[in-house]
């Protein structure tokens, strides 16, 4: 595996829910954000994706580095709408680092 020291890394969290809970944790990893996360060192930035059979919800967060995300980790104040959360979904969190980028083809 590479070396993610002070490299950009990016977090990709898909929730699992019940249709009738899928708005309920958007509230909840809207709230995380908005209250700690989106303020800590090394955030880049957040994107909420929620499925349209809505029996899932995706957040792709971008960070600095794995270091800055780790150490928000450590920050207690998004931790009651995280421990909600855990209640209604279950999470599948994967760590990736970007290795192509594509844009819209040139049109003439």
Do not use: C
Request: charged letters at 15%; hydrophobic letters at 40%.
């Amino acid at each position: 595996m590479n070396d993610l020291h002070n490299k950009p890394v990016t977090l990709i969290n898909v929730f699992t829910v019940d249709p009738q809970n899928q708005q309920r944790l958007i509230e909840l990893l809207t709230q995380a954000t908005e209250v700690s996360v989106r303020h800590a060192t090394g955030f880049i930035s957040t994107n909420l994706h929620r499925s349209i059979d809505g029996t899932k919800v995706t957040m792709v967060a971008q960070w600095r580095s794995a270091e800055d995300y780790q150490a928000m980790r450590s920050d207690p104040a998004p931790l009651p709408f995280l421990q909600e959360a855990l209640t209604m979904a279950t999470f599948a969190p994967g760590m990736y680092e970007v290795i192509q980028t594509f844009s819209p083809a040139a049109t003439s």
